[in-house]
């Protein structure tokens, strides 16, 4: 059984900067490639970024392409997301999130996603 708990949310000021994390408790880390999505109440979930097994492959957001970045350690079972120059419109709800190997999650359309965590909030004020 696969766990995902993030940690990092917290308020910012646009301009500044957060790193979310994400730890992934279970078997074989590497099997799988990890996403970040947000989501605000009422609205979609949106893919923010993903990183392929390895961590040779990542992917973003037209919206965050730029200002953030994300990274894996396979030794610890640990993805990040480092989110700089916050804008207003990055105030969401994130989400770490894992495909099994063979899934589709390039494009991180979320039913390609298997396992979720709770969430970490963050909010960015103007």
């Known amino acids: 059984q696969v766990t995902l708990v993030e940690s990092g949310g917290d308020s910012a000021q646009a301009g500044e900067s957060l790193r979310l994390a994400c730890l992934f408790s279970?078997?074989?880390?590497?099997?799988?490639?990890m996403a970040w999505f947000r989501q605000n109440p009422g609205k979609q979930r949106e893919g923010v970024s993903a990183?392929?097994?390895?961590?040779?492959?990542?992917y973003y957001a037209d919206s965050v392409e730029g200002r953030f970045t994300v990274s894996r350690d396979n030794a610890k079972n640990m993805i990040y997301l480092q989110m700089n120059r916050l804008l207003p419109q990055d105030t969401a709800r994130y989400f770490c999130?894992?495909?099994?190997?063979?899934?589709?999650?390039?494009?991180?359309?979320?039913?390609?996603?298997?396992?979720w965590g709770q969430g970490t909030q963050v909010t960015v004020s103007s």
């Open positions: 999130a894992a495909a099994a190997y063979g899934r589709r999650w390039r494009g991180m359309p979320p039913d390609q996603y298997d396992y």
């Open positions: 279970g078997p074989d880390f590497t099997d799988y490639a």
């Open positions: 990183i392929s097994w390895t961590g040779e492959s990542t």
